[in-house]
């Protein structure tokens, strides 16, 4: 079973366009974040929930919108795709947000053109 | 939020007990030391927490000096399996949680 899943696992698509990326998890966990990882493996955290509501929200530019309709799911939207935007995007999660072990998915690589 | 410095690379051979340190200066009386292991194509995995002193559960030994300003992944042992990228975070638990990840270190296991 899957703990913390991602669909897709690859997205290509032109600069300009509007993409979401979900993540699911099935642990029962309050908390849960997203991560943005460049060519260089830097591993940077964007946002963060905790039971629907935004507890992280790191300097990124408006164009991302996170979305969590309830706790197991956390969704992340990007308007207007900039070719700088190309990275992997990890979902992960965690019991709360006290709680310091996080389960990552298994990432979503995004290629702008 | 302490920023963490680690080396980018190292290599071992199989057998041996490999020792990753990273450097967190400006750690924070709350900040905790978590390490990650992260495989091509996979995300991150949690390996060890701590906080001060040593810790030790099945896959590795954690070990944070009394200033705490820097802290060491043990792997005792490692195997071609453990060829992997590991994280150094500093996480400030509480209401205003924050999370820093280091760049990385690139381990490599030769046989």
């Known amino acids: 079973d899957t703990a913390v899943s991602q669909t897709p696992k690859y997205l290509v698509t032109q600069m300009g366009n509007d993409k979401s990326i979900k993540c699911e998890q099935n642990?029962?966990?309050?908390?849960m974040y997203w991560y943005k990882q460049d060519s260089k493996k830097f591993l940077k955290i964007m946002f963060s929930?905790?039971?629907?509501?935004?507890?992280i929200n790191e300097t990124v530019p408006n164009r991302f919108s996170p979305k969590s309709p309830d706790k197991a799911h956390l969704n992340l939207h990007i308007n207007s795709l900039e070719l700088g935007d190309s990275a992997v995007y990890f979902c992960?999660?965690?019991?709360?947000?006290?709680?310091?072990?996080?389960?990552f998915g298994p990432g979503t690589r995004l290629t702008v053109l | 939020l302490a920023k963490t410095t680690q080396p980018i690379s190292m290599d071992s051979y199989e057998g041996q007990e490999v020792n990753i340190t990273c450097s967190h200066n400006?750690?924070?009386?709350?900040?905790?030391i978590t390490w990650y292991q992260q495989f091509p194509s996979q995300g991150p995995r949690f390996i060890i927490q701590?906080?001060?002193t040593k810790v030790t559960n099945e896959v590795a030994s954690l070990f944070i000096p009394a200033d705490r300003k820097s802290s060491t992944l043990s792997l005792p042992r490692v195997s071609l399996s453990d060829t992997a990228v590991y994280y150094c975070?500093?996480?400030?638990?509480?209401?205003?949680?924050?999370?820093?990840f280091g760049s990385g270190t690139q381990l490599t296991v030769l046989p």
């Open positions: 400006n750690i924070a009386t709350n900040d905790y």
């Open positions: 975070l500093v996480e400030r638990s509480g209401s205003a949680r924050q999370l820093t």
């Open positions: 929930y905790n039971n629907k509501e935004l507890i």
């Open positions: 701590g906080y001060k």
């Open positions: 992960a999660s965690s019991q709360n947000y006290r709680d310091n072990e996080q389960f």
């Open positions: 642990l029962g966990h309050d908390t």
